[in-house]
């Protein structure tokens, strides 16, 4: 969880390089200093939601999957059970 936050953290300080490098303006000017902070929250921000995103998906496969192999037992054992019959 905290690598995927920490990527989009590094992702959001690297955006803001880009925008101030497109912008062509001094990288590190005292007066526009807090949007580097700014931008690294917004991108943690992002991949905290993102993370939650994922654990949500990934429970909902997993119960899925664990209902279609119940599912696939139950089956079998009908097919068994008329096969004997």
């Known amino acids: 969880m905290v690598h995927r936050i920490a990527f989009w953290s590094c992702f ?3 955006v803001r390089f880009w925008q101030v490098g ?4 001094p990288f590190f000017n005292r ?3 807090w949007a580097y902070p700014a ?12 993370q939650g995103v994922d654990d ?3 429970e909902t ?15 079998a054992e009908r097919d068994n059970t008329a096969a004997e019959a």
Not at 22 to 25: C, L, N, S, T, Y
Not at 42 to 49: I, L, T
């Open 12 to 14: 959001g300080l690297a």
């Open 22 to 25: 497109i912008e062509m303006r």
């Open 31 to 33: 007066s526009s200093l």
């Open 39 to 50: 931008y690294a929250l917004g991108g943690a921000s992002f991949g905290y939601w993102l």
């Open 56 to 58: 949500r998906q990934t």
């Open 61 to 75: 496969l997993r119960e899925r999957k664990a209902l279609l192999l119940e599912k696939r037992a139950r089956k």
